[in-house]
């Protein structure tokens, strides 16, 4: 079995999509092998789908036997900006105030869901993602089949946001990840988080992005014109050029611009 330090696994699942790259670690990551398939009759709402994809793709031994980094699509997690609490709290108590803050937003159905918090310096806001408890102890028996060691788990939207931060604006804006049935969006202000919102697309996926404009106008009060800066697939980026010229629309490394999933792989291994 090969050390977990030397080799990865990084791997995107998603409700129609499951995507693998297997990368040698070093000063210049080295991509070993790749793959991606569509997921038959998968959605946001039964994720069997998808890992009977991902238990198929992990039978091949280019994927097996590493250490494993796990991007999950943004339906399958819901996100919360905490207030910074008014005294300070030990991580428990971070834990149950960002637990408070989710149920006020999403009511009791996240109650049984595991959370994970971002770092944040002490005064400020963080993040709380929460992700279906089943569907991350199901994720680490798929990969447990493949001599796979689950050492990092992270939605979409943290992985896309850390990929383009560099390339945002340091004062106010929307970053925005697409994909084909969702769009999720944060807020920026002098570099921080100001809120986050998710919507499901459908075939107008346009307007979306027209009503998050709006609310950015509206609730930006330093009288900023609502920018959007938008990470999405290239037949999405494509229409959208057309028909919202205005926006920012990101381009990534052409590469891999054929598979999305791959190219955000790509960037996560980098």
């Given at each position: 079995?090969?050390?977990?330090?030397?080799?990865?696994?990084?791997?995107?699942?998603?409700?129609?999509r499951?995507?693998?790259?297997?990368?040698?670690?070093?000063?210049?990551?080295?991509?070993?092998?790749?793959?991606?398939?569509?997921?038959?009759?998968?959605?946001?709402?039964?994720?069997?789908?998808?890992?009977?994809?991902?238990?198929?793709?992990?039978?091949?031994?280019?994927?097996?036997?590493?250490?494993?980094?796990?991007?999950?699509?943004?339906?399958?997690?819901?996100?919360a900006?905490?207030?910074?609490?008014?005294?300070?709290?030990?991580?428990?108590?971070?834990?149950?105030?960002?637990?408070?803050v989710?149920?006020?937003?999403?009511?009791?159905?996240?109650?049984?869901?595991?959370?994970?918090?971002?770092?944040?310096?002490?005064?400020?806001?963080?993040?709380?993602?929460?992700?279906?408890?089943?569907?991350?102890?199901?994720?680490?028996d798929?990969?447990?089949a493949?001599?796979?060691?689950?050492?990092?788990?992270?939605?979409q939207?943290?992985?896309?946001?850390?990929?383009?931060?560099?390339?945002?604006?340091?004062?106010?804006?929307?970053?925005?990840?697409?994909?084909?049935?969702?769009?999720?969006?944060?807020?920026?202000?002098?570099?921080?988080?100001?809120?986050?919102?998710m919507?499901?697309?459908?075939?107008?996926?346009?307007?979306?992005?027209?009503?998050?404009?709006?609310?950015?106008?509206?609730?930006?009060?330093?009288?900023?014109?609502?920018?959007?800066?938008?990470?999405?697939?290239?037949?999405l980026?494509?229409?959208?050029?057309?028909?919202?010229?205005?926006?920012?629309?990101?381009?990534?490394d052409?590469?891999?611009?054929?598979?999305?999933?791959?190219?955000?792989?790509?960037?996560?291994?980098?």
């Amino acid at each position: 079995m090969l050390r977990p330090w030397r080799e990865q696994v990084v791997a995107y699942l998603a409700p129609q999509r499951v995507a693998l790259m297997r990368v040698r670690n070093g000063i210049r990551p080295r991509v070993l092998a790749s793959q991606s398939c569509a997921v038959d009759n998968g959605h946001a709402g039964n994720p069997a789908p998808a890992f009977s994809c991902l238990s198929e793709m992990l039978t091949d031994s280019q994927f097996q036997d590493a250490s494993a980094r796990v991007i999950v699509a943004d339906p399958w997690v819901r996100f919360a900006l905490v207030p910074a609490p008014a005294i300070r709290l030990d991580a428990d108590g971070r834990l149950s105030h960002a637990r408070y803050v989710l149920a006020d937003l999403y009511g009791d159905g996240l109650t049984d869901w595991t959370v994970t918090l971002t770092d944040a310096p002490p005064g400020r806001a963080y993040l709380a993602c929460a992700m279906p408890s089943p569907l991350r102890t199901e994720l680490e028996d798929v990969l447990l089949a493949a001599h796979l060691q689950l050492t990092s788990l992270q939605p979409q939207l943290v992985v896309a946001f850390n990929a383009w931060r560099r390339q945002l604006p340091a004062d106010a804006g929307w970053f925005v990840s697409l994909d084909d049935a969702s769009m999720t969006a944060v807020q920026l202000r002098d570099g921080e988080w100001q809120r986050v919102h998710m919507a499901r697309l459908s075939s107008q996926w346009s307007v979306e992005l027209q009503r998050l404009r709006a609310l950015g106008r509206y609730t930006d009060s330093t009288g900023g014109d609502g920018r959007l800066y938008v990470d999405a697939p290239f037949s999405l980026r494509s229409a959208g050029r057309e028909e919202m010229p205005d926006l920012t629309w990101l381009e990534p490394d052409a590469k891999l611009e054929a598979s999305p999933e791959l190219a955000l792989l790509q960037r996560v291994a980098a």
